[in-house]
């Protein structure tokens, strides 16, 4: 099979349409997306990862009660025009940079939770017949450069579609996405020869995770259309992938960099610790603090 033609990747969709019920009672009313590593919302980071790997557009697939993303990337008039007023520039063209451009960001509602296969599956109009990146971005990667940054060189080199994976003990493997692994080009890129979502600790064919970043062919949405309930009950990304795999060659990458499962209290608090100590404006005063608590 003959990799496709690397037409580039310029947009990203983000499924942020999960209920976040694992952070109630913060996620009563905020959306899990909106919780803030340091002084940051999660979903900020993901935006920027896409933005330092040339995407241009960002497509969020939401649901009810998820309007503060959608405010989050929209200019806060009054807010900014006070900043301005009273001097506070610094802040100002922080908030002016990191809002995408008028017109590249796009908001579709999920209605109901069917599960990640029919989050993408939404998305379709919007991404048209073009490959597109797609991030979950509970998964936090600490990376540099970014992993998109890096998902989208190999993209170049190989054409098709790339998934980003790691590796977790053996024990955990029943948590995620598991692929199985063929022909190596280096020691970071193989040829993907099988998926299984959710697999049974003896039945996983590896440890390796689909760790939450894909670039991913727009042929996908077809098999997303037809795509039945898999694990959990839930129409599954990785059932709708293992279809595609049959017409189109999947890369698995090895991404250099940590990362961070920010849907999970363990992960989240580590973010956060992690995001703080690499920051030159935050570490010098945290780092005695940190090392007070933990009696060092
Ligand atoms: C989803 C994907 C799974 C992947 C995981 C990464 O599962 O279906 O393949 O490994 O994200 O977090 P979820 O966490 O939504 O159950």
Redesign the pocket.
């Known amino acids: 099979m003959a990799p496709q033609a690397s037409k580039k990747v310029r947009k990203v969709v983000f499924p942020v349409a999960g209920l976040g019920t694992r952070f109630l009672p913060a996620t009563k009313t905020i959306p899990k997306e909106m919780l803030t590593v340091v002084d940051k919302p999660v979903i900020q980071y993901a935006v920027e990862e896409a933005i330092e790997a040339g995407i241009e557009h960002f497509v969020f697939v939401t649901g009810r009660g998820k309007g503060a993303i959608e405010d989050h990337f929209d200019i806060a008039y009054e807010l900014e025009a006070t900043l301005k007023a009273r001097g506070k520039t610094a802040e100002f063209e922080m908030l002016k940079t990191s809002r995408p451009v008028a017109g590249t960001a796009s908001f579709v509602r999920q209605q109901e939770p069917l599960g ?1 296969g029919h989050a993408v599956w939404c998305a379709r109009d919007i991404v048209g017949d073009e490959p597109f990146a797609l991030a ?1 971005p ?2 936090l990667i600490h990376a540099k450069p970014g992993c998109f940054a890096q998902m989208i060189d190999i993209y170049e080199k190989h054409g098709g579609n790339v998934v980003a994976v790691e590796e977790v003990p053996h024990e955990h493997v029943n948590r ?2 598991i692929v199985a692994l063929g022909q190596e080009f280096n020691a970071a890129t193989h040829k993907i020869t099988g998926m299984v ?1 959710k697999p049974k600790i003896e039945e996983a064919p590896s440890n390796l ?4 970043r894909y670039i991913l062919q727009p042929e996908i949405f077809q098999k997303l259309a037809t795509q039945k309930p898999g694990a959990g009950g839930e129409i ?3 059932d709708s992938m293992i279809a595609l795999l049959a017409e189109q060659d999947f890369f698995s990458y090895r991404f250099a960099g940590t990362t961070y ?1 920010c849907g999970d209290k363990i992960g989240y608090l580590a973010a956060n610790v992690v995001y703080a100590l690499d920051r030159p404006d935050i570490a010098p005063k945290f780092k005695p603090v940190l090392d007070k608590i933990l009696g060092r």
Do not use: A, K, N, R
Not at 209 to 212: L, R
């Open positions: 990640l979950l509970d998964m995620y996405g979502e995770i689909i760790s939450g599954q990304l990785t499962d």
